[in-house]
C-alpha cells in the first residue's frame, strides 16, 4: 500500500495521498483483517506532509452519504422510496420533459409521471447531465452549479431550486439516467423535510451515529491546519484552484448533496465498514436497517454500456455497482463511487473489506487509471479470494 501511494506522488502527478484498504471493526485480527494503509506526499505543495488525519474535499463521494441518510429516514418512516418529491419540493410539480435530450430547452413536452423520492437518489428523476456533452441542458446545468462545487458561486438553496426547477427534464422520471443533479436534489429534499440544514440532516442520520466528526460541508477552523489545498491540471503542471482556508473555510450558501463535503481517512472508513458489516456502527448499533442497506448495494436497472459516467456498472442509489469485470479493479457486487477532486471509496461485501483514496488533485485525464487502479486492483484482488 505504502508502494502504491508513493508511487502516484512520484509518477502519476498528485501532491498527495492517504490510502486504504480495511477490514470491519470486529473482524480485525488475523490475515483476513486489519488495515493496510499508506500515506504520501504534501497537504499542499512545498507545505507540511499528507497525513492520516488530512482533511479533503470529497466531492462525489458524497452521493454515497446522503443517500444513505435519506434510508435512515425512511427506516424511521418519515420517508418512503415511492413518495413523489412535491410534498416537499413543489418546483418539481409540473415538470416538462426535452423531445430530445441535446435539443433546445424549448422544445418540450409535459412529464407523464411525477418524480419520486427515489428516483432522486437513482439519478433517474431527468434533471441531471446526458452524454451529449455540451448540449444546451448541459450548458444551463454548468451555468446553475452543477459540476465541481463551488461554494464562493453558489446560490443559495430556495434561489437554486426555483432556477433548476425551470429546466427541462432530459427523459421521463424513472426512464433514464442522468448524473449528478438528482443528488443535490435529494439534498434539498432531506432538508426539507427535516425543517434544517442538510449538514443537521446528515450529523443525526449518519456522522453522529457513525463517529464521523471530521465530515461537514465546511472547515472548522481547528480543521484548516491539516487541511489539503485543491489542484486542477493545466499544461504540465498544477494550479491551486482552493487553498488550505479557502471557500471551504466558510459558511456555504448551498450545501451540494452531490459533491459538498470534505472528510478524513478514518471517517470515511467508518462509512464503508458500516456499508460492509450489515448498516452497523463499530459499538454494534443499527445505523441502518439491512433492508435499506440491501437495496443500496442492490444493482440498479440496466443502464447505457457507453455512458461515459458509468462505464459499464449499474446505479443504485448514491452509488454505482460493478456488474461487468473488464478492468482488474472490477469487481462484481462492488458498491461506491469516484469523486471529481481525486478521491474514491468502494465497498466489498464478500470480503467485507472498504477502499478509500483521497488526493487533491481534480479528476481529469488517462493518468487517473494509473493513480487509482493498483489501489482499487488490489481491493479487487482480496475479494475475489475471500
Known sequence: MQAIADEAVRAHGVPGVVAAIAAPDDDADGDAGGEEVGVAGERRIGGGPMERGTVVRIASVTKPIVAAAALVLVDRGVLRLDDPVTPWLPELASPSVLRAPDGPLDDVRPAERPILVE????????????????????QALLELGQGPPDPAAALPLDDW???????????????????NTGLDLAGALLARVAGTSLGA?????????????????????????????SYRAEGDGLVEIDPPDGAWA????FESGAGGLVSTLDDLLSFGRMLVAGGRAGD??????????????????PTDPTDPFLEG??????????????????????????????????????????????????????????????????????????
Not at 441502518?288 to 440491501?294: M, Y
Open 119 to 138: 428516483h432522486l437518489l437513482a439519478l433517474r428523476g431527468g434533471l441531471g447531465f446526458t452524454p451529449a456533452f455540451g448540449s444546451p441542458l448541459w
Open 161 to 179: 431550486l426555483a432556477r433548476i426547477a425551470a429546466l427541462p427534464l432530459a427523459h421521463e422520471p424513472g426512464e433514464g439516467w442522468t448524473y
Open 201 to 229: 440532516v446528515l450529523d443525526n442520520t449518519v456522522l453522529a451515529p457513525l463517529g464521523m466528526r471530521e465530515t461537514g460541508f465546511r472547515l472548522r477552523p481547528d480543521q484548516v491546519p491539516r487541511a489539503a489545498a
Open 250 to 253: 466558510r459558511e456555504p450558501r
Open 284 to 301: 454494534g448499533s443499527q445505523v441502518l436497517s439491512e433492508a435499506s442497506l440491501g437495496r443500496m448495494l442492490t444493482p440498479g436497472p
Open 313 to 386: 456498472q449499474s446505479w443504485t442509489l448514491g452509488g454505482a455497482v460493478d456488474v461487468v469485470e473488464r478492468h482488474p479493479w472490477e469487481v462484481r457486487g462492488r458498491y461506491g463511487w469516484v469523486g471529481g477532486s481525486g478521491t474514491a471509496l468502494y465497498a466489498y461485501p464478500r470480503s467485507r473489506r472498504v477502499a478509500v483514496w483521497l488526493t487533491q488533485r481534480e479528476l481529469a485525464g488517462p493518468d487517473d487509471a494509473e493513480r487509482l487502479g493498483p489501489l482499487l486492483a488490489l481491493a479487487a484482488e482480496r475479494e475475489r479470494a475471500a
